[in-house]
């Protein structure tokens, strides 16, 4: 397993906002609503560029219930066969520890800025999350 956050390509006519809320409902099978925020703009080792989001949420994400869109590729390699594959597995949540230790490599700027988001004092309880 490789853990990362939803990802894909910008569409044609589609910002990144909203690639961002359209990718992560085709990788877990549910959208997530609220106030969202640039986290900012990452290069991962390979070349690609990110730009990343980040939301405050109350999520009544079921783990049991994700559903994840396909892709297609051959596999095994160079066999002629195409095969179908989810986009995502499995999904599970993590203490903000455990999330650092997990994320890919290329995702280590991201997941950094996260982090320093999250442990940021709210304003109204000044309790960090």
């Known amino acids: 397993m490789l853990p990362t956050c939803p990802s894909g390509l ?7 906002l909203a690639a961002a809320k359209r990718e992560t409902f085709e ?12 986290l900012g703009e990452y290069r991962q080792p390979g070349g690609k560029v990110v730009v990343a989001w980040y939301v405050e949420a109350d999520l009544t994400l079921d783990l049991n219930d994700i559903r994840s869109s396909e892709f297609q590729m051959e596999w ?17 949540w993590f203490s903000l520890k455990d999330a650092a ?16 988001i999250l442990r940021k004092p709210t304003s109204d309880s000044g309790v960090s999350a």
């Not at 910008?10 to 990144?16: L, R």
């Not at 095994?76 to 599970?92: K, N, T, Y």
């Not at 230790?101 to 320093?116: A, D, H, I, N, Q």
């Open 101 to 116: 230790g997990r994320m890919l490599k290329g995702s280590g700027p991201c997941s950094t800025t996260s982090l320093l």
């Open 10 to 16: 910008v569409e044609p006519g589609e910002d990144e």
């Open 76 to 92: 095994p390699l160079r066999s002629g066969r195409i095969r179908r594959f989810p986009e995502v597995d499995r999904a599970d």
């Open 27 to 38: 990788e877990l099978g549910g959208g997530i609503d609220g106030d969202f925020n640039p």
